[in-house]
């Protein structure tokens, strides 16, 4: 009676125990393990940082210059939580890892909305079992909060297309929100989505149905203060920077370094959800399928969605400019959908087509394999100044990077190739098929969080960010702190020192010439392989070193 007892106690337990453990280990396990990765972590950072100790939440500011890269929802939110737990790596990333568990649950009840109670709770294990959601949850970035945003947007969309048309209204406060996470990609994106879903069924008369009025005020209410505000401070520099430069050009590919190949995000998206990628493909040809269908049906919001997820990629896709990320949108009506494709073999016998299992195992060894090779050519460089690969010789850098990682590229190794096995022993039944995967889930999260980002941490962000508080006493008694020459850059340690007037980053020896000559010397924070200049004003003298960087006191010369 007692085990009959236990085993009702689990079957209660497991259905909420597990999107809540998947959610726990997924986004939030491990989210302070490392310090701020840069470029784009410090710099967001650093804008948060600024405004709380500053006071001035309309501009962002990184040191004292003037910070357009984006709108400042995202600076807001981290600033908020600078407030209550401090200028932490855990405060300045606790907004995406909110941001994704929120997006996980919208999944789940929208699902429950339409009464899909199991597809609703597989999306919500999956999607923040996904590594390229996990990895996005655990930066200081705005992936993860403009994916939030989109997917208000889009259920908003689905809903108010689909039945109630004013649910429209939720469309354009998303559309406010990613607008001012992300600038005017939050409008352009969801809007084409829209037209062009109009367009594809020729169903014109639906914008007539769509509240123009209410739904554009709820829009400007949200993105035009703001605008208006910066605008009328910084005139046309709001201008060119905001609109030009990181608009214009970045969809360009101009000055941004980020240019990649077309069919770029297929692998990403391959990678980025495994093991559950291998169940888009069919349903999602599905999905696509019934964009004909009666709006009341079901068949019309899974066609939508999937519509969605199209436009993101192919959107994306197009941009010169490109990086994993970007992606990111995609990634909830993906889930779904996958969401979809397991409730429908839940209870089939036979499981997963061999197309699907191929897919999965294909992708597994491809992922194991490269891990294999990092970590047996690292383990190979331990210890050694310089390595060559295929005869070519590999920089110094390069080397002790991947040597110091290559333990961790050899378990990851091992636990794609063991996730391979254990599907395939599993893929006949479905409900172990995806225990299984979002077992491989846990422990990747587990790994990452326990070993890689502790052990990359380790090897170049605590050494850095060590030597930079150890200058804050210098920095509180008037000090200047150069930031000497770092390639690439370090914004993260504006972030660790703060003193945003005091820290200044020289990239020539005469723009640091005429920095120690202001300030009638100060400190030097450099690489030790970078050459500190001859022609100084005042004579360096090695203070302290920490891994691969080393701090220099510069005094003015007695002559």
């Known amino acids: 009676m007692k085990a009959t007892s236990n085993r009702s106690l689990l079957r209660e337990l497991l259905p909420v125990g597990i999107p809540l453990v998947a959610i726990g280990m997924g986004c939030f396990f491990g989210l302070s393990s490392a310090g701020l990765f840069d470029l784009d972590e410090g710099l967001y950072a650093t804008a948060a940082r600024q405004m709380v100790e500053s006071g001035d939440w309309l501009v962002p500011r990184v040191g004292t210059g003037v910070f357009f890269d984006k709108p400042p929802l995202t600076y807001w939110l981290q600033a908020l939580c600078m407030k209550t737990l401090g200028f932490t790596p855990l405060a300045a990333r606790l907004p995406s890892a909110l941001a994704t568990t929120l997006t996980a649950w919208l999944l789940w009840q929208w699902a429950k909305r339409r009464e899909l109670h199991r597809v609703g709770w597989l999306a919500l294990v999956i999607y923040p079992l996904c590594p390229l959601t996990m990895g996005l949850a655990r930066q200081a970035i705005m992936d993860s909060l403009l994916t939030l945003w989109f997917t208000l947007a889009i259920l908003g969309w689905i809903e108010g297309y689909t039945g109630d048309r004013r649910w429209y209204l939720l469309t354009a406060a998303g559309a406010g929100l990613a607008t001012m996470t992300k600038g005017l990609i939050g409008l352009l994106l969801p809007g084409a989505a829209l037209l062009l879903w109009i367009a594809l069924r020729r169903d014109w008369g639906e914008l007539k149905r769509i509240p123009w009025l209410p739904a554009l005020g709820v829009y400007l209410l949200i993105v035009l203060p703001w605008h208006v505000a910066v605008w009328c401070t910084a005139g046309d520099l709001f201008v060119r920077e ?267 020896p005469e723009e640091l010439r005429q920095l120690l000559e202001r300030y009638n010397g100060g400190f030097i924070l450099a690489q030790k392989n970078t050459t500190i200049p001859a022609n100084l004003p005042c004579k360096p003298s090695r203070e302290q070193e920490n891994g691969r960087w080393v701090v220099y006191r510069c005094e003015p010369s007695d002559e």
């Open 242 to 508: 905001y609109i030009v430069h990181h608009h214009i050009q970045r969809f360009l590919g101009k000055d941004f370094g980020h240019v990649a190949p077309f069919w770029f995000y297929i692998p990403v998206l391959l990678v980025g959800m495994y093991p559950w990628s291998a169940f888009v493909p069919i349903i999602g040809w599905q999905a696509l399928s019934g964009w004909r269908c009666e709006r009341e049906k079901l068949c019309c919001a899974w066609a939508m969605w999937a519509f969605w997820a199209v436009v993101v990629i192919v959107f994306f896709s197009l941009s010169k400019s490109k990086l994993p990320g970007y992606v990111l949108p995609a990634l909830p009506a993906l889930c779904l959908l996958a969401a979809v494709r397991l409730q429908s073999l839940w209870a089939v016998t036979g499981g997963l087509q061999p197309s699907e299992a191929a897919l999965m195992g294909f992708t597994g060894i491809v992922l194991g394999a490269a891990f294999a090779l990092v970590g047996v050519v690292g383990w190979q460089w331990r210890g050694a100044e310089t390595g060559a690969l295929m005869g070519k010789p590999v920089p110094s850098d390069v080397v002790q990077a991947v040597s110091h990682m290559a333990p961790f590229a050899l378990m990851l190794s091992a636990l794609f190739v063991l996730s391979v096995f254990a599907l395939a022993w599993r893929w006949a039944q479905t409900p172990r098929a995806v225990g299984t995967a979002a077992l491989f889930g846990l422990l990747f999260a587990f790994l990452a969080g326990h070993d890689g980002l502790p052990r990359w941490d380790a090897y170049d962000i605590a050494p850095l960010h060590r030597l930079a508080r150890s200058l804050i006493p210098a920095l509180q008694q008037g000090k200047a702190v150069m930031v000497y020459a770092f390639e690439p850059s370090r914004p993260s340690l504006r972030f660790v020192m703060g003193h945003p007037s005091q820290v200044h980053t020289p990239g020539t």
